[in-house]
């Protein structure tokens, strides 16, 4: 992997590092210490929406709402002006944050891997960034 093309994270405790140059914390094990792209995420949630790494004749519950907001596959159902939305993120100390969402009445997806947040928002710049600003653009498309 080129160095040059790692993302820094500049945000957190402890900014202007990559994931691979940190010391493994709570933020970096697990899903927090995973590296992928946009592409891969896409690819991703297209393969657990249809259910395709499953057993034949298994069912697909991960889209299932189980308590309060959330889904079987630990997804997180909400509502953004009016629309449906099934989203998963995260984000860690450093100023990494992911945001995967999925408004299934239209059909849409939107990815947002970002290496650094506001100091308004803090590690939820990812939700505010969508559900504020680029949601509400795309969602007048179908109007």
């Not at 994270?9 to 927090?32: H, I, N, R, S, V």
């Not at 949630?45 to 790494?53: H, K």
């Amino acid at each position: 992997m080129i160095d040059s093309k790692i993302a820094r994270g500049y945000g957190g405790d402890d900014p202007g590092q990559t994931t691979f140059e940190k010391e493994l914390t709570w933020a970096l094990m697990g899903a927090g210490g995973m590296v992928t792209s946009i592409d891969d995420l896409a690819t991703w949630f297209s393969a657990l929406r249809s259910g395709c790494f499953l057993p034949e004749n298994s069912l697909n519950d991960a889209f299932t709402k189980a308590i309060d907001r959330w889904c079987l596959g630990s997804l997180a159902q909400t509502e953004i002006n009016g629309n449906s939305v099934i989203q998963m993120g995260g984000s860690t100390d450093y100023g990494y944050t992911a945001l995967m969402q999925f408004v299934p009445h239209h059909d849409l997806m939107i990815i947002l891997l970002l290496n650094a947040h506001n100091n308004k928002y803090r590690n939820a710049t990812h939700h505010q960034l969508s559900r504020k600003h680029i949601l509400p653009i795309l969602l007048r498309e179908f109007e």
